[in-house]
Structures are given as structure tokens and as C-alpha cells.
């Protein structure tokens, strides 16, 4: 194939993985105030994809650790494998939404990208960053996955927690009437859920960029787009001696922005029914304490640079929730099929996208 083609493709792949993830993860920002019945379904995805969209442009710190925190610079990274990892997360968020069950997209994003990355290496285990500093600053997978992968939903449980205790003590306090209290969440769920919409497009948009910006450096090593028309000058990187960027460019970032928010807008029903309803009945106070604790996770999160799960932050600041009304609030049947969603996600991606880069080698489709 072309190797300029190759990019486009690339690119395009990456952008639908993207717009996948908007309406995959829609119900991260939205199922709480829905089943609250705050807001319409009309309206929480219209919130949900304008603070998807702002979020998106604050920040691009888990982008930096995509296109440089996970493979070592050293590696020439194959458009081919890129396009392969994207590839197998795509299948398994389709998979998962279908059966509505509220998994990672990032992790897949990332399972899948490493699965590719060792089927071009030939499981050469050494080309990935498992961990290590990089300008004083923590890389590799340890740090800035498998760590957050379990500590996140952890954080999400304990904040979802404390928060629904606290409320509950003011209530109790100051003896509000229970028509007050649904009145007053009501209004403040909005504000939590805009809260978690725009952290969840400062952390999951961002992968999509660094994806993009990995292919752009791929074709820049490759010499890709040497002969590209003028009017692709943008899709040309100068990174530094390293071979790193400072930063993604920005036009990736508006583009995943916006495709982020055109996903997120097309909405995910089966999640949020999952969500909303399945795993615990919820009152718009609730729904207040879930969002706002997971929101100042994946916020801090972003901060940080750690592309993290925001499915496993709500679904768990959810649980925390309803283990404070009671502990048999929580369908923990339904929760149990979500761990092991969780569990499977990284290790069934990387073999999807390691398989689907062995495919296309066997069949003549890359070298």
C-alpha cells in the first residue's frame, strides 16, 4: 500500500476508534443523571458532548504519555501495528457495548496498541516501557497503567463514599425535607454531570491524540509523507533529537475533539441502561456524589498524565454510593460480570491486535 495512503487510513481508524469510545463512554457522563430523571436523554448527551468537547482542549499530558510513554523511542512503531492495536480495541468496545457492559475503552486502546507493537517486534518484550523517569517524571506501563488500574477504581469507590456520607449528614442536620433535597440535587447533578463530562474529555480524548501523533511520527522515521502534496503540510512533525515532540499538534486535538463529541452525541443506551438502572436504584443526590468524586479522580488523573479508565471511576464511585444506603443495594451479580469485563479488557485486546497484525502479515498486508 501506499505509504501516505497508509497514514490516511491510519489516521481515519484512529478517528473512528475515537468516535467509538464518544458513544461507548457516553454513559460515564450521563447514566446518573438520566435514571435521576434530571434530565432528558436528549438533554444529558447535548451536556454530555459539549463538556466532552471543552474538556478536551484543557490539558495534554495523557496524550504526551501515549505517543511517548509506553514504547521505547528507540523502536520504529509500524503504521501497520498502529492500525492492528486500534483495531482490537475497536472490536472489543464494540463487543462490550453490545452486550452493554460498561468496560474500559482506554484500556483497550492500550491493550491493543501493544498487541500490535509485539507481533511487529516478535514479542520482543524489551520494546515496551514498563517502567521508568523521563525528565523526572514517572513512565511505562506499571506507573501509568497497571497502577491506576487498580487504584482508580479504589479512589472512585472511597470518594463516591464519603461524598454520599457527608450529604447525608447535612441532610440529617438540618432536617431537609425530602422534596428539598430533590429539588436542590437536582439542579447541582447538572453541574456534576457537566463536572464529569469535561474530565472525561480532558483524559479520553487526549488517547485518541496521542494515537494520531504516534502515526505522525511513525511517518516521519519512515519518510511517509516525503512526496506528500503541499496541501498535507500539517501532517508533517519535527521532533527533537530524541524523537519526541514537545507536544501534540494541534489540529489533532480539534479533530478528536470534535469527533469525540459527534460520538458521544449518537449516545450509548445499553451502557447507560447498565449504569443507571442495573447496578443500583439512584436519587439525584446520589447521582451528585457519584459524579462528583469520579470527576475529581480522572481530573487529577489528567493532571498527572495517566490515561485512565473512567468507566471503572463512575461505575465504582457509583458502588461506593450505593453501598452507603446499603450494602445489598448493589446488584453484586451484575457488578461481578463488570470485573471480570475490567480484567479481560487489557490481555484480550493485546491478543486481538497481536493476532490481527499476524493476520495481515500472513496475508501479504504488511512486512
Given at each position: 500500500?501506499?505509504?501516505?495512503?497508509?497514514?490516511?487510513?491510519?489516521?481515519?481508524?484512529a478517528?473512528?476508534a475515537e468516535?467509538?469510545?464518544?458513544?461507548?463512554?457516553a454513559a460515564n457522563a450521563i447514566a446518573?443523571?438520566?435514571?435521576?430523571?434530571?434530565?432528558?436523554?436528549?438533554?444529558?448527551?447535548?451536556?454530555?458532548a459539549?463538556?466532552?468537547l471543552?474538556?478536551?482542549?484543557?490539558?495534554?499530558?495523557?496524550a504526551?504519555?501515549?505517543?511517548?510513554?509506553y514504547?521505547?523511542?528507540?523502536?520504529?512503531?509500524?503504521?501497520?501495528a498502529?492500525?492492528?492495536?486500534?483495531?482490537?480495541?475497536?472490536?472489543?468496545?464494540?463487543?462490550?457495548?453490545?452486550?452493554?457492559?460498561?468496560?474500559?475503552?482506554?484500556?483497550?486502546?492500550?491493550?491493543?496498541?501493544?498487541g500490535?507493537?509485539?507481533?511487529?517486534?516478535?514479542?520482543?518484550?524489551g520494546?515496551l516501557?514498563?517502567?521508568?523517569?523521563?525528565?523526572?517524571k514517572?513512565v511505562?506501563?506499571w506507573?501509568?497503567?497497571?497502577?491506576?488500574?487498580?487504584?482508580?477504581p479504589v479512589i472512585?469507590?472511597?470518594?463516591?463514599?464519603?461524598?454520599?456520607?457527608?450529604?447525608?449528614?447535612?441532610?440529617?442536620?438540618?432536617?431537609?425535607?425530602?422534596?428539598?433535597?430533590?429539588?436542590v440535587?437536582?439542579?447541582?447533578?447538572?453541574?456534576s454531570?457537566?463536572m464529569m463530562?469535561?474530565s472525561?474529555g480532558?483524559?479520553?480524548?487526549?488517547k485518541?491524540?496521542g494515537?494520531?501523533?504516534?502515526?505522525?511520527?511513525?511517518?516521519?522515521?519512515?519518510?511517509a509523507?516525503?512526496?506528500?502534496?503541499?496541501w498535507?503540510?500539517f501532517l508533517?512533525?519535527e521532533?527533537?533529537?530524541?524523537g519526541?515532540?514537545?507536544?501534540a499538534?494541534?489540529?489533532?486535538?480539534?479533530?478528536?475533539?470534535?469527533?469525540m463529541?459527534?460520538?458521544?452525541?449518537?449516545?450509548g443506551?445499553r451502557i447507560?441502561?447498565?449504569m443507571?438502572?442495573?447496578?443500583?436504584?439512584?436519587q439525584?443526590?446520589?447521582?451528585?456524589?457519584?459524579?462528583?468524586g469520579?470527576?475529581?479522580?480522572?481530573?487529577?488523573?489528567?493532571?498527572l498524565?495517566?490515561p485512565?479508565?473512567t468507566?471503572?471511576?463512575?461505575?465504582?464511585?457509583?458502588?461506593g454510593?450505593?453501598?452507603?444506603?446499603?450494602?445489598?443495594?448493589?446488584?453484586?451479580?451484575l457488578?461481578?460480570?463488570?470485573?471480570?469485563?475490567?480484567?479481560?479488557?487489557?490481555p484480550?485486546?493485546?491478543?486481538?491486535?497481536y493476532?490481527?497484525?499476524?493476520?495481515?502479515?500472513?496475508?501479504?498486508?504488511?512486512?
Open positions: 500500500m501506499d505509504p501516505l495512503l497508509l497514514v490516511l487510513l491510519v489516521i481515519l481508524v478517528l473512528a468516535y467509538i469510545n464518544g458513544f461507548h463512554d446518573t443523571v438520566v435514571s435521576t430523571r434530571v434530565l432528558t436523554p436528549r438533554q444529558a448527551i447535548l451536556l454530555a459539549l463538556t466532552n471543552v474538556g478536551a482542549f484543557f490539558g495534554t499530558e495523557v504526551k504519555t501515549i505517543y511517548s510513554g514504547i521505547q523511542s528507540g523502536f520504529a512503531v509500524s503504521q501497520e498502529i492500525a492492528c492495536g486500534l483495531l482490537g480495541g475497536i472490536v472489543w468496545n464494540l463487543l462490550t457495548w453490545w452486550f452493554g457492559i460498561p468496560s474500559s475503552s482506554s484500556h483497550a486502546l492500550i491493550g491493543g496498541l501493544c500490535g507493537v509485539l507481533a511487529q517486534a516478535k514479542i520482543n518484550w520494546v516501557i514498563w517502567d521508568g523517569l523521563a525528565n523526572g514517572a511505562g506501563l506507573p501509568k497503567l497497571v497502577k491506576p488500574m487498580f487504584a482508580s472512585g469507590f472511597l470518594l463516591g463514599a464519603l461524598f454520599m456520607l457527608a450529604l447525608t449528614g447535612l441532610i440529617v442536620r438540618f432536617a431537609a425535607r425530602p422534596s428539598k433535597v430533590q429539588k440535587f437536582g439542579r447541582l447533578q447538572i453541574v454531570a457537566g463530562g469535561f472525561h480532558s483524559n479520553d480524548s487526549q485518541t491524540v494515537i494520531i501523533t504516534l502515526t505522525l511520527l511513525a511517518a516521519h522515521g519512515t519518510g509523507l516525503n512526496g506528500a502534496p503541499e498535507l503540510h508533517r512533525v521532533p527533537n533529537a530524541e519526541k515532540l514537545a507536544h499538534p494541534y489540529w489533532v486535538i480539534v479533530v478528536c475533539a470534535i469527533t463529541a459527534l460520538g458521544t452525541a449518537a449516545g443506551w447507560i441502561r447498565t443507571g438502572h442495573k447496578m443500583v436504584k439512584l439525584p443526590v446520589h447521582g451528585f456524589a457519584a459524579e462528583t469520579a470527576a475529581l479522580t480522572i481530573h487529577g488523573a489528567s493532571t498524565g495517566i485512565l479508565s468507566t471503572h471511576v463512575i461505575s465504582t464511585s457509583i458502588l454510593v450505593g453501598a452507603t444506603k446499603r450494602f445489598d443495594a448493589v446488584r453484586w451479580g457488578v461481578g460480570r463488570i470485573i471480570w469485563a475490567w480484567v479481560l479488557t487489557i484480550v485486546t493485546a491478543l486481538l491486535g493476532w490481527i497484525y499476524r493476520g495481515a502479515l500472513a496475508a501479504g498486508w504488511t512486512s
